[in-house]
């Protein structure tokens, strides 16, 4: 009797989901409103609400870099994540030679929270960190990763932790796919860098995309690793929504809101725009 | 570079040593950056330039006891143990309903179960703590209802793969054998799902064990986990060995975890390699 496609399965089935979409909703729905409601000035912590576009316009300049700061950010360690990950995904369901370790070393990476992997880049790639140590490098020559220009350490934790995350999802896929696709064209005599591209590399592009698109999304709304590892000024679209919303000025918390509702549109329209991509990728593969 | 000496001479073939030359840099990305925090986590005295610690001891292990340490963990486990208890089942009821009942508009349904993995976690909890304080939530339950929708998408997708991936027949089997709703739950609905759940539970408990930005807004500091305490000795210099030790206590209750549990991703679709 389970799953009868009537009117009464229809209404078990909307039972069973309420009690997880009910507070999806409420929570998502109650965090979006009163975060755009606050951006508004329509519910301020003092005085009358009163409807403007103040609190997007005051710290326009900050946003002006913390946007493409972000992006930036999000797009280089997505692109090492998914270049790393696709590697170790190769090496962990290779026909031939099979890596265990490195599928073991992956899988054992993702459970590390990013507050810890972003202490452990301070500690490796901070001028007396243990990378130049190891490398023979003085503290003043070496360059500033951690809290420098081009936030290399930042990059680095979101790429290192990220690339474990692909390297699972797109192994997944691999392993229960592609080893028989990549006999079949062994034994037709297609050679090794035919085989990745016109078998493995189809294959893999979906799950690496859609796993691309995840950590990007993850990477843009993310707050402790560059709280922790980026320099002061400019900050990330999260450090500086956080600032503005924890100040003690209070006429700056509708600023930190409306950072916070620019950070999530930014993320929504990733996502569509990614969908579109991935279903282009499934209607072409 | 002693490990690659000695493979290199086995004398295999030039492509053979580029892959193993290859494995041994990915190798080397995963774990160099979890170098300094074992060496950092039993040194007393290790100051620049010198590679390896000058003096080993327990100072770190005495700092982060005297941090609070413990009961920072006790709450860590405690908060990620309340996310899998409540996401898990809240997940496969709904993977459920998804796969097995027609529940109207599905694709729509499933997008509103997976949008917490689009919006920003700082937003979310931006934009609740103002409106949890004015409803008196308390903190801790709102870090964990915050976090909970946190988790719901991961449990969701693990459980709805599993069940796609299932057999229905065993259930209409034990139905026609005579058994009751519960039985057919307990003895065979549960059983076959056991790994997916496992590892849904196990996704869920990362959630909220590794949260630091719904804990730290949310939580308006009275709930002071183990990313905290790593949070503000990491943000102070001159504390690199407390940071190492509960930065391992962080990292290895998981890990032991994932070897009890399997590959999430793996055992979800059955326990195949």
């Keep these: 009797m389970s799953g009868p496609p009537g009117a009464r399965g229809r209404r078990t089935g909307l039972l069973l989901v309420l009690p997880a979409l009910v507070p999806v909703v409420a929570v998502v729905g109650a965090a979006l409103t009163s975060a755009l409601l606050a951006a508004l000035g329509l519910a301020p912590l003092v005085g009358e609400p009163r409807l403007t576009g103040a609190a997007f316009t005051a710290p326009a300049d900050q946003l002006a870099s913390a946007v493409p700061l972000s992006l930036a950010i999000a797009a280089a360690a997505t692109a090492a994540a998914a270049a790393v990950g696709l590697a170790l995904a190769l090496a962990a369901v290779a026909t031939a030679r099979r890596s265990r370790l490195l599928g073991a070393l992956s899988a054992a990476t993702v459970p590390v929270p990013h507050l810890v992997g972003a202490a452990a880049m301070g500690l490796l790639l901070a001028d007396a960190g243990f990378l130049p140590r190891l490398l023979g490098v003085a503290p003043e020559d070496w360059p500033a990763l951690v809290g420098g220009r081009w936030w290399v350490a930042v990059v680095a934790e979101y790429a290192w932790k990220e690339s474990a995350f692909v390297a699972l999802v797109v192994g997944g896929v691999l392993a229960s796919r592609s080893r028989s696709y990549g006999e079949t064209a062994a034994v037709l005599g297609a050679g090794r860098w035919a085989r990745f591209r016109t078998v493995t590399l189809p294959l893999a592009a979906p799950a690496l995309g859609a796993a691309s698109a995840i950590s990007f999304v993850y990477v843009l709304g993310s707050y402790e690793v560059a709280a922790l590892l980026g320099r002061a000024a400019p900050e990330p679209l999260p450090v500086l929504a956080v600032r503005l919303s924890t100040s003690i000025d209070l006429a700056a918390r509708p600023q930190g809101a409306a950072v916070a509702v620019v950070t999530a549109g930014l993320a929504l329209l990733a996502v569509v725009l990614a969908l579109r991509a991935l279903r282009r990728l499934a209607a072409w593969g | ?273």
């Design chain 2, 1 to 273: 570079m002693g490990l690659i000496g000695r493979r290199a001479a086995a004398r295999p073939g030039r492509a053979v040593l580029a892959t193993r030359l290859g494995r041994a840099v990915l190798a080397a990305w995963l774990v160099l950056p979890l170098v300094p925090l074992l060496l950092w986590a039993v040194a007393d005295r290790w100051s620049a330039p010198a590679v390896l610690p000058q003096e080993l001891g327990t100072d770190g292990l005495r700092d982060a006891l005297a941090a609070g340490g413990p009961a920072a963990l006790a709450r860590s486990t405690a908060l990620g143990a309340a996310v899998a208890v409540l996401a898990t089942p809240l997940g496969a009821l709904a993977a459920r309903a998804l796969v097995v009942h027609r529940v109207p508009r599905p694709g729509a349904v499933l997008a509103v179960l997976l949008s917490p993995l689009v919006l920003p976690p700082f937003a979310v909890a931006l934009g609740l703590d103002v409106l949890l304080l004015r409803l008196r939530v308390p903190a801790t339950a709102g870090v964990v209802l915050l976090l909970t929708v946190a988790a719901l998408p991961y449990t969701t997708i693990v459980l709805r793969a599993a069940l796609a991936a299932q057999d229905r027949g065993f259930e209409e089997e034990a139905r026609t054998l005579g058994a009751t709703p519960w039985q057919v739950l307990r003895g065979v609905q549960v059983p076959l799902l056991a790994p997916a759940l496992a590892g849904a539970a196990f996704l869920a408990f990362l959630v909220g064990w590794s949260d630091y930005v719904v804990t730290l807004l949310v939580g308006g500091g009275r709930l002071v986990t183990l990313p905290l305490l790593i949070g503000s000795a990491a943000s102070a210099t001159g504390n690199e060995a407390q940071v190492a030790v509960l930065s391992l206590t962080a990292v290895l209750p998981p890990l032991a975890l994932l070897a009890l549990v399997g590959v999430p991703g793996r055992r979800a679709r059955g326990g195949r390699r």
